[in-house]
C-alpha cells in the first residue's frame, strides 16, 4: 500500500481552490534558498551580471516542454499563471492574483495582473493566457501537458483581467500545466522555435542568442514585482564537458554552473568559496529503458533479470557522488503513489538475475546499451550497468551516441536495445507522468510498452478520486513492478554549483531556475 502522505495530495489541491479566492500577497512560490545561503551579511545588492554556465544549449521550440537545457530560461524570461508553493503543493499566484473552481472541479476562473507587459511593450491579458492554451493543444506543439489542455472544452475572456477555462472532465494534474506553461508571446510566436524572438513577462528579457555559444539576458524593467530583479544581467554560457564548466567556476569566470556531472559537482561541496545546492523537486530519476519489441527484451523474465543484476548501491555512490536513494519506481517521496517498501523491491541480486535468464532463455544473449554521451552521468551508469549484467550471463555492447541522434530516437520509441537516460514527473501528479512523460506514457512510450491495464490504470490515475485513485497508484506500482519496461535505479536531484557570492538562487518545483531575488553579495 502506498505510504502516507507527508504532504497534501494534489486532489486536496484541487478541492481547497475549489471555490477558494486567494488575495495578492508575497508571490514567490519557489523555494527560495536565501535563508540557506544568507550569512555574507549586508542584505540583497542591486546590480551585476550572473554568468552561468550549462552543458547543452536551449531548445527554443520545447519551450511548452520540461527539459533540462531550457531550465535556465523558462522562468527567467517568462511568468506562469500559478506556480506551486514547494512546502505545501498548493498554487500560488503569479500572474494570476486569484482564482475560484467550480464544485464540479470543471471550471478555471482566473483574475489576472494588471500591471504586466511582455518586454515589446505590450500589456498582458486574458487573450494572451487563451492563445497558449490553444497553442498547448496544436500538432506541431510538444509538451508532456498537452493532454490536459486537450480536455479544455473553452477558454475565453470573461472581463479585461479575468480568464474563464472550462475542462469537459475534471482532471488530477490541472495545476502541473499550470505550473509548466510559460506564458509566451503570442505576436512573436512565429520566431519562438528559431530562437530569433523570444519574449514573455519575467525579470529578463533576452538581449542575444547565439545558437550552441551563449544566451545573453538584460533586466526587465517593467518587471511587474517592484524592485526586482536585483541583477542587472545574466549571461549564459554553453559549455559541453563538465570539467570545463568546474574549471570555468573554479577561476571565478562563472557563478553559477548547472547540473554539473555528480563527481564534477561533489568536488565542489566542500571546496571553500563555493557551495553545492540540491534542488528539493527531486525531479530526476535513472534509469534503463527497454524497448520490448527487441528479443530478448521482449520477454518480462528477462526484464527483470536486468533489473535484479543492476548494482543500484555502486550507481549511486560511483556514479552520482551518493546524490539520490536506490529506488524501483519513478516517484519522488513527494508524490501521493510513493511507497518506500515497493521502491526498495530490487536489490543487487546475482542468482535471481541467473534464474531469471535461463528462465527467459537469455542466458549469453546480446542487447545493445545506447545512452546520450553527451551527459558524463549517462556513461558512467552505462559502464556499470554492462559489468553488472556481464556477471549474470548478459552480452551488453556499449552504444554512445550524439545526444541528438539519442533524442530523436528515443522520443520515436526506435532505440533497438536497452537504454539509460534519467527522467522527470515523479515528484507531483502521477497522472502527469503516466500520461505525458515520454518513458512512461501509457498511449505511446519509448519502450513500446503498452496494455489495457497500463491504459487501463492510467485513466484512473487521472480521472479517479479518493480510494479509487490510492488504488490506481498501488496497482500502478505493481503493474511497474512486474514489467519492468523502464528499470528504475536512483531518485536523485537536479544540482546547482555555486560560488558563495550568488545569494538567493531559487526554482520551481520543475526545476525551473527563478532569479527574481538572486543577487551578487
Known amino acids: 500500500m502506498p505510504a502516507p502522505l507527508h504532504r497534501p495530495s494534489r486532489r486536496s489541491v484541487l478541492a481547497a481552490g475549489a471555490g477558494l479566492a486567494l488575495g495578492t500577497g508575497p508571490l514567490s512560490a519557489c523555494r527560495s534558498a536565501v535563508a540557506e545561503q544568507r550569512g555574507t551579511g549586508g542584505g540583497p545588492r542591486s546590480g551585476g551580471t550572473l554568468h552561468m554556465v550549462q552543458g547543452a544549449d536551449i531548445l527554443p521550440a520545447f519551450l511548452l516542454s520540461q527539459i533540462n537545457p531550457n531550465f535556465?530560461?523558462?522562468?527567467?524570461?517568462?511568468?506562469?499563471?500559478?506556480?506551486?508553493?514547494?512546502?505545501?503543493?498548493?498554487?500560488?499566484?503569479?500572474?494570476?492574483?486569484?482564482?475560484?473552481?467550480?464544485?464540479?472541479?470543471?471550471?478555471?476562473?482566473?483574475?489576472?495582473?494588471?500591471?504586466?507587459?511582455?518586454?515589446?511593450?505590450?500589456?498582458?491579458?486574458p487573450d494572451d493566457v487563451v492563445f497558449v492554451l490553444d497553442y498547448l493543444t496544436r500538432d506541431t506543439t510538444s509538451s508532456q501537458v498537452k493532454h490536459v489542455a486537450q480536455q479544455i472544452t473553452s477558454a475565453g475572456r470573461t472581463g479585461d483581467h479575468e480568464v474563464t477555462i472550462r475542462f469537459g472532465a475534471p482532471v488530477s494534474n490541472v495545476w502541473d500545466m499550470f505550473e509548466m506553461m510559460v506564458l509566451i508571446d503570442r505576436e512573436s510566436v512565429s520566431d519562438l522555435a528559431s530562437g530569433s524572438r523570444m519574449i514573455g513577462t519575467g525579470p529578463f528579457a533576452v538581449e542575444s542568442y547565439r545558437p550552441g555559444a551563449s544566451v545573453s539576458l538584460k533586466r526587465n524593467h517593467r518587471y511587474f514585482k517592484p524592485g526586482r530583479p536585483f541583477l542587472d544581467a545574466v549571461e549564459i554560457a554553453i559549455i559541453t564537458q563538465s570539467s570545463s564548466a568546474v574549471a570555468s567556476l573554479r577561476s571565478g569566470q562563472a557563478h553559477l554552473a548547472l547540473d554539473l556531472a555528480p563527481l564534477d559537482a561533489a568536488g565542489i561541496r566542500d571546496r571553500p568559496g563555493f557551495r553545492l545546492v540540491q534542488s528539493d523537486a527531486d525531479d530526476l530519476t535513472f534509469y534503463i529503458g527497454a524497448n520490448?519489441?527487441?528479443?530478448?527484451?521482449?520477454?518480462?523474465?528477462?526484464?527483470?533479470?536486468?533489473?535484479?543484476?543492476?548494482?543500484?548501491?555502486?550507481?549511486?555512490?560511483?556514479?552520482?557522488?551518493?546524490?539520490?536513494?536506490?529506488?524501483s519506481l519513478p516517484w519522488s517521496p513527494s508524490s501521493p503513489a510513493w511507497d518506500a517498501d515497493a521502491?526498495?523491491?530490487?536489490?543487487?541480486?546475482?542468482?535471481?538475475?541467473?534464474r531469471l535468464l535461463r528462465q527467459g532463455g537469455a542466458r549469453g544473449a546480446k542487447v545493445g546499451l545506447y545512452y546520450s554521451n553527451t551527459l558524463a552521468t549517462n556513461a558512467a551508469i552505462a559502464q556499470i550497468v554492462q559489468a553488472n549484467l556481464a556477471d549474470v550471463g548478459l552480452v551488453c555492447r556499449l552504444q554512445p551516441m550524439q545526444d541528438a541522434e539519442f533524442q530523436k530516437l528515443f522520443v520515436s520509441g526506435k532505440i533497438p536495445g536497452l537504454f539509460v537516460n534519467g527522467h522527470g514527473f515523479g515528484q507531483l501528479t502521477p497522472s502527469t507522468l503516466v500520461k505525458g512523460a515520454w518513458p512512461f506514457n501509457a498511449q505511446k512510450n519509448s519502450s513500446n510498452f503498452a496494455s489495457r491495464d497500463y491504459s487501463r490504470l492510467a485513466e484512473k490515475a487521472w480521472t479517479g478520486t479518493g480510494d479509487a485513485l490510492a488504488a490506481a497508484y498501488r496497482d500502478l506500482n505493481r503493474l511497474f513492478l512486474k514489467e519492468q519496461f523502464a528499470i528504475d535505479l536512483v531518485n536523485s536531484t537536479h544540482t546547482y554549483a555555486v560560488q558563495a557570492s550568488l545569494e538567493g538562487l531559487a526554482w520551481t518545483m520543475y526545476d525551473y531556475l527563478d532569479l527574481d531575488n538572486a543577487y551578487l553579495a
Open 72 to 125: 535556465s530560461l523558462s522562468r527567467t524570461v517568462f511568468n506562469t499563471l500559478t506556480e506551486l508553493d514547494h512546502r505545501t503543493l498548493r498554487p500560488r499566484p503569479s500572474l494570476a492574483t486569484s482564482w475560484r473552481v467550480s464544485g464540479d472541479g470543471r471550471t478555471y476562473v482566473f483574475r489576472l495582473r494588471d500591471d504586466v507587459t511582455f518586454h515589446s511593450g505590450r500589456p498582458f491579458g
Open 292 to 327: 520490448v519489441e527487441v528479443p530478448p527484451l521482449d520477454r518480462t523474465e528477462v526484464r527483470q533479470a536486468i533489473a535484479w543484476a543492476v548494482d543500484r548501491e555502486r550507481i549511486l555512490d560511483q556514479a552520482l557522488g551518493g546524490i539520490g536513494r536506490p529506488s
Open 343 to 354: 521502491a526498495a523491491s530490487y536489490t543487487l541480486h546475482p542468482a535471481e538475475a541467473k
